[in-house]
């Protein structure tokens, strides 16, 4: 089985700040981890993704996410918040080899950047 | 990437009614998925619908209540049968190209059944 945990429900950070907005994964295999985001009244957006290679991998509006392998995280992150990036953003881990190749998403955390 | 489009984007059902959902895509994809969300809750597998086979349902969601049709490799359908206020929800349909590379999702129909 493969599962997602987002341990925040919401995370507030002022525009300009970094921000980072956790994800951690469980999964038998080698994970695909994937990182979606969903404005308000839109279907969900992909942003980027970890397949193989380098661990830090980046994304669509600036957005990144490390790949950590001993904590089995995914952290989505932004060196500097716009407003406009607050959104739902949603977790999502896939495997071809001890889990389902159908992603599992987690629950989501709103994103809130304050002007 | 892929350009999804659904029809309708939202609709207001009497309790005991069906409706029919429709997906479209720009380009032919092999994986047709269609998921359920509660606004701002995660996202509820319904079924996979691969072009040439019948959909496979998840726990919780049966052929009859969720019917699905895939009858080429562009357009799915999704009807919500005997509607119950339960079933009130966002249905979204995605796609994907390979078996474990990102998906593509449509804008979603809001279903409110009163």
């Known amino acids: 089985a493969q599962s997602v945990a987002q341990p925040e429900d919401q995370v507030n950070v002022a525009e300009g700040n970094p921000l980072t907005v956790k994800c951690t994964y469980s999964v038998s295999g080698n994970p695909y981890l994937f990182w979606y985001v969903q404005y308000p009244n839109r279907g969900l957006q992909f942003l980027l993704k970890y397949i193989t290679g380098d661990n830090l991998v980046k994304g669509s509006y600036g957005f990144e996410a490390e790949f950590n392998k001993s904590q089995t995280s995914f952290h989505l992150k932004k060196p500097s918040a716009l407003v406009s990036d607050s959104a739902l953003y949603f977790c999502a881990v896939s495997s071809l080899s001890g889990g389902s190749y159908i992603p599992t998403f987690g629950r989501g955390t709103s994103l809130i950047v304050h002007p | ?114």
């Open chain 2, 1 to 114: 990437s892929a350009v999804i489009s659904q029809k309708p984007s939202r609709d207001i059902c009497q309790r005991g009614t069906s409706l029919t959902i429709q997906c479209q895509v720009d380009s032919q994809v092999t994986m047709m998925f269609w998921y359920r969300q509660q606004p701002g809750q995660s996202l509820t597998l319904i079924a996979t619908a691969n072009q040439g086979s019948e959909a496979t349902y998840e726990s919780g969601f049966v052929i009859d209540k969720f019917p699905i049709s895939r009858p080429n490799l562009t357009f799915s359908t999704l009807t919500v049968s005997n509607m119950s206020p339960e079933d009130s929800s966002i249905y979204l349909c995605s796609v994907g190209r390979e078996m474990v590379h990102e998906q593509y999702f449509g804008p979603g129909t809001r279903l409110t059944v009163t």
